[in-house]
């Protein structure tokens, strides 16, 4: 057992919620700005998707990660290095890469407003909660404050917490800063402490935090867990279970509460 942290900070995607069938919806509709839509035949293109979708850091990076798919980069060349795929696809538009970069966060941004204008309840309901909805506000009650950390724009974070009626302090959307180092770090300032709880299923994210430590030791006190159940790979997994400052975190762990994560 060990005292509760003072900021629980979640990820969103991977550790509250499981929104796989909105990702994979959302990013063929993006994909279809760029290429046609008739490539995206298929049906085990949604399996792929969804057992390489570990590797995306930001949402933008997901239309590429079909275009991926539909042009047959290899599983392990995608499992070992998206960051080279990932920049290669975007070479091979013709205008600068933040350009585009930009115009894909806006077309997934775009096609999700779109969706929930036109279907709120079906774009809600592509949306999952891990455990009991009930269990999860106990788990988050376990804080004094608690905080969703996410790259996706905080709004649809916010709208998918209020259909499943739990709140938190609140939410550090895209719009507060991609890198969740910063994050955290506005978090310590705004709330006075370094005393911080974090849960993500990102392995790369919080090696981050660890890396940063060496310049800022404030994040030292970060308490790091990686979610055992999120988008993670066999890989990240085992990496974590060595670690010597990231645990990673059973779902059966996440259910009993803060003060039972070792
Ligand atoms: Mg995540």
Same mark, same amino acid.
């Given at each position: ?6 900021? +629980? ?10 929104? #796989? ?11 279809? !700005? ?17 057992? *390489?979708?570990?590797? *995306? ?13 539909? &042009?047959? *980069?290899?599983?392990? @060349? $995608?499992?070992?290095?998206?960051? %080279?795929?990932?920049?290669?696809? $975007? ?12 115009? $894909?966060?806006? /077309? ?11 279907? @709120? ?10 455990? @009991? +909805?009930? &269990? ?9 404050? &608690?905080?969703?950390?996410? %790259? ?15 709140? *938190?302090?609140?939410? @550090? ?5 991609? !890198? ?7 978090? #310590? ?49 085992? /990496?974590?279970?060595? !670690?010597?400052?990231?645990? $990673? ?9 803060? %003060?039972?994560?070792?």
């Amino acid at each position: 057992m060990s005292a509760a942290p003072e900021i +629980l900070a979640l990820d969103f995607d991977g550790v509250l919620c499981d929104g #796989m069938r909105e990702y994979y919806e959302s990013s063929c509709r993006a994909y279809g !700005h760029f290429w046609s839509p008739s490539t995206l035949r298929g049906r085990a293109l949604q399996q792929q998707f969804r057992d *390489v979708r570990p590797v *995306v850091m930001s949402g933008w990076e997901m239309p590429l990660l079909l275009r991926a798919l539909v &042009t047959r *980069v290899r599983r392990g @060349a $995608l499992l070992r290095t998206w960051p %080279t795929v990932r920049d290669e696809l $975007l070479n091979t538009f013709d205008v600068p890469r933040p350009d585009v970069v930009a115009r $894909l966060r806006d /077309a997934l941004d775009g096609v999700r407003r779109d969706w929930i204008w036109a279907r @709120a309840d079906e774009w809600l309901a592509a949306h999952r909660p891990y455990v @009991a +909805l009930e &269990t999860l506000a106990r788990v988050l009650a376990g804080s004094s404050r &608690t905080f969703v950390v996410t %790259t996706k724009e905080g709004e649809f974070a916010r709208r998918i917490l209020a259909r499943w009626n739990i709140s *938190v302090t609140g939410v @550090a959307g895209k719009e507060a800063g991609e !890198h969740k180092c910063e994050n955290l770090r506005e978090l #310590m300032t705004t709330c006075g402490t370094t005393d911080v709880g974090f849960v993500e299923d990102r392995l790369e994210t919080l090696q981050c935090v660890v890396n940063c430590s060496e310049r800022d030791p404030r994040l030292a006190d970060v308490r790091l867990f990686l979610a055992a159940w999120g988008y993670t790979t066999g890989a990240a997994r085992a /990496a974590a279970r060595r !670690h010597p400052r990231i645990r $990673l975190l059973t779902l059966a762990a996440f259910r009993r509460g803060v %003060t039972a994560w070792e």
